[in-house]
């Protein structure tokens, strides 16, 4: 794989090899699909990239990525935007939007506390969510973080920063999945289920 | 619960063998190197998909093959004859299969067909950092309690994490207290309830364990187990609190249920120093039979008992009192090994419960050639 015909064909592969995923054999089979394909298209593959990158920006409010200083969640005037759902990224927001199920607004941290990879408080967007806190303007916060020590150790952080305020503090529920057998279940989740068991009520 | 026959192929010095054992006890005798304990090892990785000595699965392998296979047929309640299969191929994922077929997880079948291994090795028990004991605690532990099990992994997760921020505020000439704080609690939340955890056990354990090194000693020493914590001083969160400036400057967490550790008494002195090597031999007995109990009390069925070597050291009445044990059906199913046959013999022969002494002699071409059983 060292003699490529073309210097432009290797620079294309060795750029393509960066991507996540995409190993040195992929990288020149996707070049070379590209090269059969006509100049249009691939230009116009191009411009969406590099597009891309250098015109969109974060929500000036929640951090979400965005083509406006405010995203379209942000700016739709049907969201409830007293209600913000804090969750670690964007994939987040998207499968969240995906269950169709939520009318607030989010805030996209960017990450989560966990020093192993050098990251802290203050590498996350957590002033500005405090900012919008202190607004007076919300009514409830959801933390929807990974249930991990480093999820729950940074929801820890966060309820410390807001609890002072006048809001509702809200985490979203942890237990046996829908449609599960118990038997099936993990014996953590599962004796976490019963440890924290919630009175009865019909599912919504 | 026993085991029924075991079947090897390439496991360690065997090129095949094939074994149908007693309900109660089997004897594997003869010279050092024959592979005595390697066949109690062999029924310990059918409990516990690996080996009781050597965390390598591929150093298990004999020399010169390239897989080894262990097949067990159990009966555990009924007539119905149950089947483990662990198999390693070199350079292969290892595989573990109950009636054929393989497990999603190692973890499920942990617990399913309990074992108690003593063997010459637990005097690392008494020897070795403490660590190993609070290891050793956790297992016992963990084996019925998956969310122990939970709770220790996330408190190291969070000790690791905390560390390693201790460790930034130095390279990054930078302090921050709140972020140090919040790590604190997560460990304080998790580490006061395994703290209380490892309490409740051990002071259900101990008693146990004392009843039966009396038992084996014939009650002339004295013994005890001293759980020793920081968190007996006061709750965890005010000692983290006082440890704050020590933490910064050794650049790690000083307090923590991570600092536990066992110590073991001999009529109030420190076993380690003060003991007799047969009195530290009965002394890890004991554990383990309590272990053996513990597991049955929990579990309402007999773990398998493997004795490796366990009648060196000890004088002819310890033996004795073993043996009274092993023989009065406390136990369930037994494998014991041992060189010399004719004082098995002497032992198990005038004795009325079943048993069966297999005669092993390091030539194993045949599937059952080399070994001769009652």
Known sequence: MHNFPSRLLEKAVNELAKLPGIGRKTALRMALHLLRNPVSEVEAFGTAVIRMRQEVIYCSRCRNISDKELCDICASPRREASIVCVVEDIRDVMAIENTAQYSGVYHVLGGIISPIDGIGPQDLNIDSLIVRASSGELKEIILALPTTIEGDTTNFYLFKKLSPLQITISMIARGISIGDELEHTDEVTLGRSILNRTPYQTIK | ?374
């Open chain 2, 1 to 374: 619960m026993h085991l029924h026959k075991i079947v090897l192929h390439n496991f360690k010095n065997y090129p095949e063998g094939e074994f149908v054992f007693s309900d109660k006890i089997n004897c594997f005798v003869g010279n050092n190197g024959v592979g005595k304990t390697n066949l109690l090892d062999a029924i310990h990785y059918l409990s516990f998909c690996k080996s009781y000595f050597n965390p390598s699965d591929a150093q298990n392998i004999r020399h010169e093959a390239d897989f080894f296979a262990i097949q067990g047929n159990y009966y555990r309640q009924n007539d119905t004859i149950e089947q483990l299969q662990c198999i390693q191929k070199r350079n292969q994922r290892k595989k573990f299969l109950y009636n054929k077929k393989e497990y999603d997880r190692l973890a499920d079948h942990i617990g399913q067909f309990p074992l108690v291994m003593i063997s010459p090795y637990d005097r690392d028990l008494i020897n070795d950092g403490s660590d190993l004991r609070r290891r050793y605690t956790d297992s016992v532990i963990a084996q019925f309690d998956k969310l122990y099990l939970d709770d220790l992994i996330n408190y190291n997760k969070a000790l690791h994490q905390r560390n390693t921020l201790l460790k930034s505020f130095v390279e990054k000439r930078y302090f921050d207290a709140e972020t140090l704080d919040i790590w604190s609690e997560q460990m304080v939340a998790l580490g006061t309830n395994i703290f209380q955890r490892r309490s409740d056990f051990l002071k259900e354990f101990i008693p146990l364990f004392q009843h039966y090194f009396s038992f084996i000693s014939g009650g002339k020493e004295k013994v005890d187990m001293n759980y020793q914590s920081q968190l007996h001083a006061g709750p965890l969160s005010g000692l983290m609190k006082q440890a704050v400036e020590r933490d910064r400057s050794a650049l790690f967490s000083t307090v923590g249920i991570h600092k536990d550790d066992l110590e073991f008494l001999m009529d109030g002195f420190p076993l380690k120093r003060y003991g007799s090597q047969g009195q530290q031999k009965s002394f890890v007995i004991a554990v383990k039979l309590a272990q053996f109990e513990y597991t049955r009390k929990v579990n309402g069925f007999k773990p398998i008992l493997l004795l490796d070597d366990i009648f060196d050291k000890l004088d002819d009445h310890r033996v004795q009192q073993v043996i009274r044990l092993v023989s009065e059906n406390s136990f369930g199913q037994v494998f014991i090994t041992d060189t010399q046959e004719d004082s098995i013999r002497k032992i198990f022969d005038p004795l009325e419960i079943d048993h069966k002494i297999f005669r092993i002699n390091g030539d194993q071409s045949g599937s059952s050639a080399g070994i001769s059983s009652d």
